[in-house]
């Protein structure tokens, strides 16, 4: 690791300052980020630490829906999360392992929008609203692809609002090693209609199974999937399995979700 | 009611204490006075030459203490390979030299080509990446079917076909193992891979170089499975110094499986930089460095054929098998693939006719030695795997194949065509017992019960049996070994009576202190707080060869048990003068000495006092003081065998495998420590599992290794395995060591694998999905899914 600076804003505000100097990096749980950097693979001369603002912490219930706090730790939201929108506390319960869970934070993992992470899937598949510094963002608007979002210079994330479904399930595929999502989706049920998100699988990051959202707008089981197939030809291809594995795997999980939902 | 002390006993281990309360020290939490701090420039290349190294500038960057390079090692000796394995055609093997730092060529990524030693451990990285190094790349070789077809692309140049040998065993006996095969009613042939393993130790490697130049002594702690191994290597082949000048120090090492076995290039450059800057100089492998550059396991490509009748009775069995040994000759990594796993090939089955072919090829990859198991694994997983596919093929029954060709107990001692003689088993046993407690009449109830979850269920076998207690020397030295492979201990009683032993064993992990305790404890009748192994430092253990191959027991502490036998008989005449009887009328037997039908005895306490205050004492005849070392040569290997069942359930929508079961009944001759002996069978079918299902070792064409790291290599958790049914109350003793003891260390690596991979085959053949017969380790869920809808 190189030598860097820190600075650990106490509001939003500061931190908005704090993110303008030359070589500012935001940080948040620092699950990705801390071991980049002891790897020597990134090296910012200044850290601005996200998780010291209150107001970007904790969960509660608004007029949005379910509102996550940028900086809460997963194994915050698997807890508090859990009586509100149980498929997103399921999948907080379900990323890494306990230390990664008290650490690393949901505006972490959608800043870094990482291909095969849980979080993408579920603000996308609940259609939630990214709080930032500067504005708000519809998750359809806010995943750009593999490691892209958004979020312009200088902008991070506060809180994302969660539209409470009727019913939702996330069903994750480990990726035998890292245990991240080899392939994973999530669905959610509203009552204009179901959004079907999956993670894992597209060299394009995050994405949004229209065809399933469809039938399953129609018919909510898992026969309504039966005969269709998603296109897998831009899939990820890796050590672990083929793009037409992950096509599978699709299918297979979202059938599952329904199910579980 | 179980014994709660001594032999056969499940005493906890007493070492656990300070390894579950952050007291271990390990060579890490070794910190000594004005240290640097070393750090080595890899190769980020499979294979390149080596056109410059400048470190004008690097050696002037902030706390740079010194930076050698190749060039600076290159009058010293190599690395060498500890077996000479010759080819069938009588040509000698190809051993280049495995220099300590790449000069002039760099053979694979990882391959360090300069050490950097600075105030910091940063200080030293910066360095390390201001070293202006110039390379041309070359092309890199990592498949072994080119590396032999193309006689133009060389890891080594001067080694045409990148062959290290082509051992064929017995040789003699091939022509009449391919008459069998002609003749034979059925013919099974199977291509495999066993596939490549990193090892990860939970401990990365480490050695700190300490040179006093007062004295000219080296000191080197290191993390090594064998430090007298490691001090005749660095001392008489690499370095040049007498073995006097140099102590080699293993303390806590926290774990081996094999990679720590070998001396690796940083322990010589370690000691080198520390006299050259008359300083302490350390150096701790970060986790990426040991994916890199530990010795991995495994690695071979093979074809296996066996000949069965129509009922089948086993005729003939061969195998062609090419093993990766990387880019250097690691110091095991010629026996390992031959003769650890060519006279294996015979397993527990009577097979009259056998023949092993080895092609052992260098490629751009890092070293390939032994890795838990070593060789045994490779045979075993090609029998077990061809039996089964045999038992498919002429719908026979997978267990009674195997019993129609077992040895049988009135056979031994049995010579197998492979060149062993086993001295004694009985696989019946064993088989019958891991029927009774895998429960293996339930199954069809249980495959029916997964069904209805829209699973498959599968049964897998496998009946194995390993050479371990490595090895008697007068065998291994015709085999080609260039060391002897005995044992030695020391046993000294101190004048209060207790007592220290000193063990050429080393326990990275096993339990040695408190096994070895229980053992000479009960000998000689005393508590076992009383005894206190010493392990691991050549200044103070006698010249052993260290553990590995399972041999720690039944070597070591064949040793130990000598060394114990000659304390009690010169126990006897010190009892015989102070009670004024014949030597011949003592008796010793819990603790006292005692004369034959009288009540007049000494206690063990007595006797060690007296031998140390030797006032009453017959000095004339027996010198004062109460210690002994004996050296043990076995007569033969130990010959452990055992009989395993998987059952796995198989999602055929996802290809998912889990581990339903896992059975052992294991024959390991006398048990010393049942608790010690089941975590070691736990240990090694974890690791077998994590083989079987998981662990892949993945080179691109371009000699980058793809699995460097827990993101992309898959070990097993806790949660991948289940609750293990393990047995070992099927002895049958070692016929010549005196524990009567076999070893149990790599059991569990050795049976396992194939036991998982039939489960699965089973499991697919039961669903219908006849097509499938064989699918290479890891069994992982998109190879499962790829073989069901190919």
Redesign the interface.
Known sequence: MYDFEFVKPSTIAEATKALTAEGAQALSGGQTLVPTMKQRLAAPGVLVCLTGIAETKGVCKGDGGLHVGAATPHAVVAREAASHYPALAALAGGIGDPAVRNRGTLGGSIANNDPAACYPSAVLGSGATVVTNKRKIAADDYFQGMFTTALEEGEFITEVAFPIPEKAAYVKFNQPASRFALTAVFVAKYADGVRVAVTGASNDGVFRWSEAEEALSKDFSAAALAGLSVDHSDFISDLHGTPAYRGNLVKVLTARAVAAA | MPKDHGIGASVKRREDIRFLTGQGRYTADINLHKQGYAYFARSEMAHATINKIDTTAASAMPGVLAIMTGADFAAMGGNPAGWYINSRDGATMKEPKRPVLAHGKVRHVGDAYAIVVAETL?QA?DAA?AIDADFTELPAIVDMAKAVANPAHRVHDEIDNNVCFDWGWIEDNRAAVDAAFAAAPHVTTLELVNNRLVPNAMEPRASIGDYDAGTGDYKLYTTSQNPHLSRLLIAAFVMGIPENKLTVIAPDVGGGFGSKIYHYGEEAAVLAASKALRRPVKWVAER?ESFLSDAHGRDHVTTIQLALDKDGTFLALRTETMANVGAYLSNFATVTPTFLHGTLMAGPYKTPLVYVNVKAVFTNTAPVDAYRGAGRPEATYSIERVIDKAADELGLDKVEIRRKNFITTDMFPYTTPVGLVYDTGNYQATLEKMIELGDLAGFEKRAAASKAKGKLRGLGLSTWIEACGIAPSHLVGVLGARVGLFDAATVRVNATGSISVMTGAHSHGQGHETVFAQIVAERLGIAESAVEIVHGDTSKIPFGMGSYGSRSLAVAGSAMVKAVDKIIAKGKKIAAHMLEAAEGDIEFADGKFSVAGTDKAKTFGEIAFSAYVPHNYPLETLEPGLEETSFYDPANFTYPAGAYACEVEVDP????VEVASFTCADDFGNVMNPMIVEGQVHGGVGQGIGQAL?E?T?YDENGQL??AS??????PRAEDVPFYTVDHSCVTECTHNPLGVKGCGEAGAIGSPPAVVNAVIDALQRGGYKHVTHIDMPV???RV??AI?A
């Open positions: 940063e990285k990446a990426s929508a996802t290809g998912q998981l892949n993945i793809l699995s827990y993101m992309d290599y898959a070990m992982s869920p998109s899914w790829a809808n």
